[in-house]
T-cell receptor
Framework: DGGITQSPKYLFRKEGQNVTLSCEQNLNHDAMYWYRQDPGQGLRLIYYSQIVNDFQKGDIAEGYSVSREKKESFPLTVTSAQKNPTAFYLC?????????????FGPGTRLTVT | AQSVAQPEDQVNVAEGNPLTVKCTYSVSGNPYLFWYVQYPNRGLQFLLKYITGDNLVKGSYGFEAEFNKSQTSFHLKKPSALVSDSALYFCAVRDIKAAGNKLTFGGGTRVLVKP
């Protein structure tokens, strides 16, 4: 988990509220990613960014938004439009480009919406 | 399109016995392949990757993986499992020709090593 921090570790919100998850990295990576993990399922890509001020939708972007104003930071907002937001959220970063670059993951944020 | 399958939801093995976690993939071109491990309530930790060349890749914590192009497989192996290897293991693939660095992950295999 070194080099990527996610806060908070646990987050509780009421239904209908937007919530922002923090992700910071000090690995000097250009690319950053947000994944969602549900019990018994693999990781699903929400959004990714290859460079500052640019990002693309992943496979399950509906109900989420992101920004990439700084290289080190890639916050994820879970909006009230996300129908089932309770999940474990993982942020990752990597060197950008077409090489065989592994992604490095943060410790995750467990979001519970009631 | 790229995809990964991990056919076993769980693998049980006795400590000291060999451990194998299966992974098959599908890409239109040549693959980059990765294995990650996840401990409870933690992020994923990188174990090893296949780029090109030697089909047997050695990684962290005594793990290795064998790339088999004809069978489109990349099985993770450890000669002698430890109780501390009990965790969730993910295989991931990226098509070399795909733009960006998007990985596709398998559904994960839970490994339980019994003392």
């Amino acid at each position: 988990d070194g080099g990527i921090t996610q806060s908070p570790k646990y987050l509780f919100r009421k239904e209908g509220q937007n919530v922002t998850l923090s992700c910071e990295q000090n690995l000097n990576h250009d690319a950053m990613y947000w994944y969602r993990q549900d019990p018994g399922q693999g990781l699903r890509l929400i959004y990714y960014s290859q460079i500052v001020n640019d990002f693309q939708k992943g496979d399950i972007a509906e109900g989420y938004s992101v920004s990439r104003e700084k290289k080190e930071s890639f916050p994820l907002t879970v909006t009230s439009a996300q129908k089932n937001p309770t999940a474990f959220y993982l942020c990752a970063s990597s060197t950008s480009g077409t090489g065989s670059y592994e992604q490095y993951f943060g410790p995750g944020t467990r979001l519970t919406v009631t | 399109a790229q995809s990964v399958a991990q056919p076993e939801d769980q693998v049980n093995v006795a400590e000291g016995n060999p451990l194998t976690v299966k992974c098959t993939y599908s890409v239109s071109g040549n693959p980059y392949l990765f294995w990650y491990v996840q401990y409870p309530n933690r992020g994923l930790q990188f174990l090893l990757k296949y780029i090109t060349g030697d089909n047997l890749v050695k990684g962290s914590y005594g793990f290795e993986a064998e790339f088999n192009k004809s069978q489109t497989s990349f099985h993770l192996k450890k000669p002698s499992a430890l109780v501390s290897d009990s965790a969730l293991y993910f295989c991931a693939v990226r098509d070399i020709k795909a733009a960006g660095n998007k990985l596709t992950f398998g559904g994960g295999t839970r490994v339980l090593v019994k003392p």
